[in-house]
């Protein structure tokens, strides 16, 4: 069995989404360099495929989908079996329901044994809605990342604001910004519009800027307007989308123009060509700024919670597309970007020296205390078995009788030999999540 104090520690993240995965893997290679990464895809809607990881770019030593329940018994078996992987740092990049269920399923697991993994988690970009559930539903981890010294203080708050320990709660930075600072002006001067895949959600606000993104590409046809796109149409991210700008651009009037293109790819590739990013309220936008690109939030449909522009008040990002097309750049401010983490003057590695600080002293102390999640079968009674049984777990946190002997598929990650077989009924699922189910949701109002 490794030494806790190994040089090369071994970290297992467990992901459920494409940029879930990244933010989780980056961030293990953040707090604990020098490492042995496996990385597991809970398996479910929102699983990405071979596609989306390639773009995402995050690497692993070893790559698989999983269910809970058997991620689970892997993680039971590495601290009760010598000859077993045992990890030293679990890292859980998942919706908080998921983390919260294998908080509880890590507990039970975990009981009795002289050892166990750090667990660690947090939110894979801004957070603007669902603070207080999200943030306690994380509860019970030994460290919750918080990437800004502003959601430190908004996290702490939450916390104490229940009773519950706010101990866990470490500031540091989102792991993937970087890249070149912006020396521009390009040729072509590239305009990118980073496309979200649920805000806006109604079809009327997203046809008003793709054909806005049109219009600036019509009205300077000396420059090149790129509309990012998240994923293609039957993939998920971590959010659905149900009016992909895809389609949308197919029945543009007109069509797009010669210097107006759908792009896919990474993000920080895109970026090394951007001269003005353009966003409603994309974790882009702090990219952008972290490498002085100038960024543009809209205004054009209201500054709103439900939009999550709201969260760049004060920022001087603000702006609308009548004011971009008039030449209008905004200025950030250089408190807000302090706060926010976006660390432009040159500090952002420096960022990581708490949570690396922090992982590193639980790692190597002795013995760790068992994990205590907020939510329990008392605080919660009504909630937390819910959550836990989406998950095939008891309100104990063991295994429903039955799901873990449901067969799981081999060979890790999914195979070539059966990608378009997996991708096609995962395809017509999708359809059925993005058209059918919303289409019944409207008859039923009628």
């Not at 229940?162 to 912006?182: H, I, M």
């Not at 993939?235 to 543009?252: D, F, N, R, S, V």
């Amino acid at each position: 069995m490794p030494s806790r104090t190994n040089s090369s520690p071994r970290v297992a993240v467990l992901a459920d989404s494409d940029t879930r995965w990244k933010w989780g893997a980056l961030t293990a290679y953040r707090i604990q360099p020098d490492i042995r990464l496996d990385g597991y895809l809970l398996r479910g809607r929102a699983t990405p495929t071979v596609r989306q990881l390639d773009e995402v770019g995050a690497r692993a030593d070893s790559l698989r989908e999983i269910r809970g329940v058997d991620f689970l018994a892997r993680m039971q078996e590495g601290v009760r079996s010598p000859d077993r992987t045992r990890y030293d740092v679990i890292v859980l990049a998942c919706v908080g329901g998921a983390v919260q269920a294998m908080l509880h399923g890590l507990a039970r697991a975990w009981r009795g044994a002289d050892t166990r993994p750090v667990v660690v988690t947090g939110y894979v970009g801004v957070v603007y809605e669902k603070l207080a559930d999200g943030l306690l539903l994380r509860h019970g981890a030994d460290v919750v990342l918080a990437n800004s010294r502003h959601d430190a203080d908004r996290f702490r708050e939450v916390y104490r604001g229940v009773g519950a320990d706010d101990g866990s709660v470490v500031e540091c930075a989102l792991p993937f910004l970087g890249g070149a600072r912006y020396t521009g002006p390009n040729s072509p001067y590239t305009v990118v519009f980073a496309a979200q895949p649920s805000v806006p959600e109604s079809r009327a606000d997203r046809t008003y800027l793709l054909r806005r993104a049109v219009e600036h590409a019509r009205r300077h046809p000396d420059r090149e307007v790129l509309i990012k796109l998240r994923s293609k149409p039957g993939e998920h991210t971590t959010h659905i989308e149900e009016l992909p700008y895809q389609k949308l651009a197919a029945k543009a009037p007109g069509g797009l123009p010669a210097n107006c293109r759908l792009v896919y790819g990474n993000m920080g590739e895109v970026l090394d060509r951007t001269d003005l990013m353009v966003t409603v309220s994309s974790t882009a936008a702090l990219e952008s700024l972290h490498r002085g690109i100038p960024t543009a939030v809209l205004t054009d449909l209201g500054v709103r919670e439900v939009l999550g522009n709201h969260h760049f008040l004060g920022s001087g990002c603000l702006a609308s597309w009548d004011e971009l097309d008039a030449g209008h750049r905004p200025e950030p401010d250089a408190d807000w970007l302090a706060r926010q983490g976006v660390a432009a003057d040159g500090n952002y590695e420096q960022a990581f020296d708490a949570a690396r600080a922090r992982v590193t002293a639980l790692r190597t102390a002795d013995r760790l205390p068992p994990l205590t999640p907020y939510y329990t079968a008392r605080t919660a009674p009504g909630y937390l078995p819910g959550i836990l049984a989406r998950h095939g777990l008891d309100p104990h946190g063991e295994p429903i009788a039955g799901h873990a002997d449901a067969p799981e598929e081999t060979g890790g990650l999914r195979r070539v030999a059966r990608e378009t077989v997996r991708e096609a009924a995962r395809g017509a699922y999708r359809h059925g999540v993005q058209r059918v189910a919303p289409a019944i949701r409207r008859w039923g109002q009628l």
